[in-house]
């Protein structure tokens, strides 16, 4: 593949345990793909692999086309952010951007000018002579960022560079990642355990468990087609209610059946006649926790204001369009 990120059959073990899994996977040149997973489901690990921080057992990485079975970190096209910025805080923010660049000994002027150009593009032209301690949370991560740019990689890696910020920021923040990747086009590799910043920055999005891939697919499509149960239930919030088939939602004996709680409305004439366990009233929507007869627990999305109290009988009708089906046994899409 010319240009962009290939890996194959990449493997990495400590001890008994598989962190990364066989995992094949291939980034465009130019494309945004975001890794999402549980805690240990081994998505930094990959990451630090194609950066050749870790050397996988087997598999290979290859950047711009290139095997880097024997290339060392410093010598591959990529620029690593890292969660928790990894600024030198004896450095001013300029001192930081210029910092990668003194070490490949750019000439002065030259460095000066791109740290300058950095920082003007990322908005940190005015808190040049600052240190990291005297800069917000989001300031630092532009200066990160900067530091980034100016080594003008193949590719960006991205771990978890949000993480950090609180929700408001983390907001405005994900703008401004879009905004730069579009200047830029680069390629962008960004692991992430927020599911609304994977499902709203990438291109891609790739769902890891168990150190393997599970589902990779545009966002939209992943979200409306879960490959399996695991991607089902980790994808959305509240996420998609799966229950035996045969019960409340149809189906087979061998099959497991699943409805997000957008695809569940309230319906006085509804066929699923449930008890409300749990009003959460979240200002411009209201989630409805219910219990049916057989004892199976459903969750609702609905609209605000809707006068309902925990123990009011309630009746929901699933969106007949919005079932899924899983095997009983394999989980997998059926």
């Known amino acids: 593949m010319p ?22 996977l291939e980034v465009a040149v130019g494309e945004f793909v975001t890794v999402v997973g549980p805690s240990g489901s081994g998505k930094s690990t990959l990451l630090r692999l194609i950066a050749g921080l870790e ?39 300029v001192e930081n951007i210029l910092f990668g660049l003194r070490v490949r000994r750019v000439p002065r002027a030259e460095a ?62 994900r703008a401004d990642l879009l905004a730069l990747h579009r200047d830029l086009g680069a390629t962008t590799v960004h692991v992430t355990h927020d599911q609304a910043e994977a499902m709203t920055l990438g291109d891609r999005v790739v769902i890891m468990a168990g150190g393997r891939i599970r589902q990779a697919g545009p966002p939209q499509e992943v979200y409306d087609r879960p490959a399996d149960t695991f991607v089902a239930g980790f994808l959305g919030s ?32 509804g066929p699923i006649e449930t008890t409300l366990e749990a009003v959460e009233s979240l200002g411009n929507e209201t989630i409805l926790v219910t219990r049916c007869a057989d004892g199976t627990r459903l969750v609702a999305r609905a609209a605000p204001r809707l006068g309902l109290a925990a123990g009011d009988p309630v009746r929901l009708c699933p969106d007949p369009e919005r079932i899924h089906l899983f095997d009983a046994n394999s989980g997998r899409r059926v």
Do not use: C
Not at 4 to 23: C, E, P
Not at 59 to 82: E, K, N, Q, T, Y
């Open 112 to 173: 000066r000018r791109q740290a300058g150009e950095a920082a003007e593009q990322l908005g940190l032209a005015d808190v040049l002579d600052r240190y990291p301690d005297q800069l917000s949370g989001g300031q630092r991560q532009r200066v990160a960022l900067a530091r980034a740019l100016v080594r003008a990689p193949s590719a960006y890696l991205l771990d978890e560079p949000l993480a950090g910020l609180d929700a408001q920021l983390r907001l405005s923040t």
């Open 55 to 93: 050397a996988p057992d087997v598999g290979g990485v290859w950047i711009d086309g290139l095997d880097m079975s024997r290339v060392p970190p410093h010598r591959r096209s990529v620029a690593l952010v890292f969660q928790d910025y990894a600024l030198y805080p004896h450095l001013t923010v």
């Open 3 to 24: 240009g962009g990120i290939r890996l194959q059959a990449l493997t990495k073990t400590y001890g008994r345990v598989s962190a990364v899994d066989g995992v094949d």
């Open 238 to 269: 509240p996420p998609m209610n799966i229950v035996p088939g045969g019960g409340v939602l149809g189906g087979g004996a061998a099959t497991r059946v699943g409805v997000r709680p957008e695809d569940l409305r309230v319906d006085d004439d």
